[in-house]
């Protein structure tokens, strides 16, 4: 009998806490009450643009209903702040069938900005060249719509095959455009590879060169501070958040250490470094929501990244709180 109510209480609670995969009617506007910042959907892999006095947010949406556990992800969502207490979370999603040549599977993405267009590199699967695939879409606001830029990928895993053999190593794209304005994409899953990309962003402009970092896993973020690069990445698996810097984004990268703990309740980390109104933020995912939660269904957070006299990062502090102030 115990047994029974027990499996009874089991259902209603997993019931209970399984959001529905809703895509927004219209745009959203809420005030966020602490991490996480979205509660009424699942967001994961977050990436942040700062762009004309906003941030925008482009995450990934988790889909799967529990107690499954695989990745469910057919579109990308946005949100904007100017606040980052203020959210809008916008009627406009990229879904990751707006590429023809794709089977699916909205994994990692970011967004970028160069001459008044903006690139949304994302990772799929490609439908006929088997593995994760990059991408690019291209728009004339932050907000989209977006288009296929080049009807193609970008990066299939049969360009990489030589690192390693896996199918899943092209993945997680993050994209900086460096003083003199070259262009570079970094991406990868067990392995790190960077390339030089034309002025034209839709294009490789010479080798895939392979990153030795350590017990990295996947996720790599590129972001410069007071003339430091720093290539943030996740690491082993569950995943902590490790990170390296250089003087130059050709590096050599000096690893630093752990730069975020194992976040709650997910085996993935994912983070988006970005400063914006004189402060540092850190917008990641955890697994809050959802008690079932795992990898699978996770929770948009931020907060705040401060740095060292010397450049180094200070450890994150994962909060409930999210941003006060
Ligand atoms: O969301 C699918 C995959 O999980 C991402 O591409 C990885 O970074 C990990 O967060």
């Given at each position: 009998?115990?047994?029974?109510?027990?499996?009874?209480?089991?259902?209603?609670?997993l019931?209970?806490?399984?959001?529905?995969?809703?895509?927004?009617?219209?745009?959203?506007?809420?005030?966020?009450?602490?991490?996480?910042?979205?509660?009424?959907?699942?967001?994961?892999?977050?990436?942040?643009l700062?762009?004309?006095?906003?941030?925008?947010?482009?995450?990934?949406?988790?889909?799967?209903?529990?107690?499954?556990?695989?990745?469910?992800?057919?579109?990308?969502?946005?949100?904007?702040?100017?606040?980052?207490?203020?959210?809008?979370?916008h009627?406009?999603?990229?879904?990751?069938k707006d590429?023809?040549?794709?089977?699916g599977?909205a994994?990692?993405?970011?967004?970028?900005?160069?001459?008044?267009?903006?690139?949304?590199?994302?990772?799929?699967?490609?439908a006929?060249?088997?593995?994760?695939?990059?991408?690019?879409?291209?728009?004339?606001?932050?907000?989209?719509?977006?288009?296929d830029?080049?009807?193609?990928?970008?990066?299939?895993?049969?360009?990489?095959?030589?690192?390693?053999?896996?199918?899943?190593?092209?993945?997680?794209?993050?994209?900086?455009i460096?003083?003199?304005?070259?262009?570079?994409?970094?991406?990868?899953?067990?392995?790190?590879?960077?390339?030089?990309?034309?002025e034209?962003?839709?294009?490789l402009?010479?080798?895939?060169?392979?990153?030795?970092?350590?017990?990295?896993?996947?996720?790599?973020?590129?972001h410069?501070?007071?003339?430091?690069?720093?290539?943030?990445?996740?690491?082993?698996?569950?995943?902590?958040?490790?990170?390296?810097?250089?003087?130059?984004i050709?590096g050599?990268?000096?690893?630093?250490?752990?730069?975020?703990?194992?976040?709650?309740?997910?085996?993935?980390?994912?983070?988006?470094i970005?400063?914006?109104?004189?402060?540092?933020?850190?917008?990641?995912?955890?697994?809050?929501?959802?008690?079932?939660?795992?990898?699978?269904?996770?929770a948009?957070?931020?907060?705040?990244?401060?740095?060292?006299?010397d450049?180094?990062?200070?450890?994150?502090?994962?909060?409930?709180e999210?941003?006060?102030?």
């Open positions: 009998m115990n047994r029974k109510l027990n499996m009874i209480l089991l259902a209603l609670l019931c209970a806490s399984w959001l529905p995969a809703s895509a927004a009617e219209k745009d959203t506007t809420f005030v966020a009450s602490g991490n996480p910042i979205v509660s009424y959907k699942y967001l994961g892999d977050p990436a942040a700062v762009y004309d006095g906003t941030v925008y947010i482009y995450a990934g949406h988790d889909e799967c209903p529990p107690p499954e556990q695989y990745y469910l992800m057919n579109e990308w969502c946005i949100l904007s702040t100017t606040d980052m207490k203020t959210f809008t979370e009627a406009y999603t990229l879904k990751a590429f023809k040549w794709a089977k599977e994994w990692a993405s970011q967004v970028i900005e160069r001459n008044g267009k903006f690139y949304w590199y994302v990772t799929v699967e490609h006929t060249i088997p593995g994760k695939s990059i991408g690019v879409a291209v728009a004339d606001s932050p907000l989209g719509p977006f288009k830029a080049r009807g193609s990928a970008l990066i299939t895993n049969d360009m990489t095959t030589e690192y390693t053999s896996i199918r899943w190593d092209d993945i997680d794209p993050t994209v900086y460096d003083e003199d304005g070259q262009a570079y994409l970094f991406w990868g899953n067990t392995q790190c590879y960077y390339a030089k990309l034309k034209n962003m839709i294009e402009d010479g080798p895939i060169k392979p990153i030795q970092l350590p017990r990295f896993t996947e996720a790599p973020w590129i410069k501070h007071n003339g430091w690069y720093y290539l943030s990445f996740a690491s082993e698996f569950p995943e902590k958040i490790c990170y390296a810097m250089s003087r130059s050709n050599p990268w000096e690893y630093k250490g752990i730069l975020n703990e194992i976040a709650g309740n997910s085996n993935t980390n994912h983070q988006a970005i400063d914006f109104k004189g402060k540092s933020y850190f917008i990641y995912h955890n697994g809050s929501i959802n008690p079932n939660g795992c990898g699978f269904r996770r948009l957070c931020i907060d705040r990244l401060y740095y060292n006299e450049g180094t990062i200070k450890r994150i502090q994962m909060t409930t999210g941003i006060t102030k």
